[in-house]
Nanobody, 126 residues
Framework: QVQLVESGGGLVQAGGSLKLSCAASGRTFSNYAMGWFRQRPGKEREVVSAISRSGNTFHADSVKGRFTISRDNAKNTVYLQMNSLKPEDTAVYYC????????????????????WGQGTQVTVSS
């Protein structure tokens, strides 16, 4: 099991930026595909962005062009750079890890992930 701790959430005005970080420990980080998910009030958890072990990325249509996922295996950390934030981006953001043997595979469903962080709140005011 890998332990995940998110940070970087907060309150920002519409149009602003935030950078989320997710620090991993307990296992070899480079063996895991990673993802960022969010859960808005009253809604199901949804994928935001995902990254394979080799650095291939996926972004949901709702955030494409505004959010960027990246990873630093030397620091055991995955990031989510969020620009041009909108009020509808308000949610609790979670990072997740999926053990992966393929190196190139991207996982976009919450059911594909075994390990989750505790979440960090992002609030975008209009």
């Amino acid at each position: 099991q890998v332990q995940l701790v998110e940070s970087g959430g907060g309150l920002v005005q519409a149009g602003g930026s935030l950078k989320l970080s997710c620090a991993a420990s307990g296992r070899t980080f480079s063996n895991y595909a990673m993802g960022w998910f969010r859960q808005r009030p009253g809604k199901e958890r949804e994928v935001v962005s995902a990254i394979s072990r080799s650095g291939n990325t996926f972004h949901a249509d709702s955030v494409k062009g505004r959010f960027t996922i990246s990873r630093d295996n030397a620091k055991n950390t995955v990031y989510l750079q969020m620009n041009s934030l909108k009020p509808e981006d308000t949610a609790v953001y979670y990072c997740a890890a999926a053990f992966d043997m393929s190196a190139t595979r991207i996982y976009s469903s919450p059911n594909q992930y075994n390990d989750w962080g505790q979440g960090t709140q992002v609030t975008v005011s209009s």
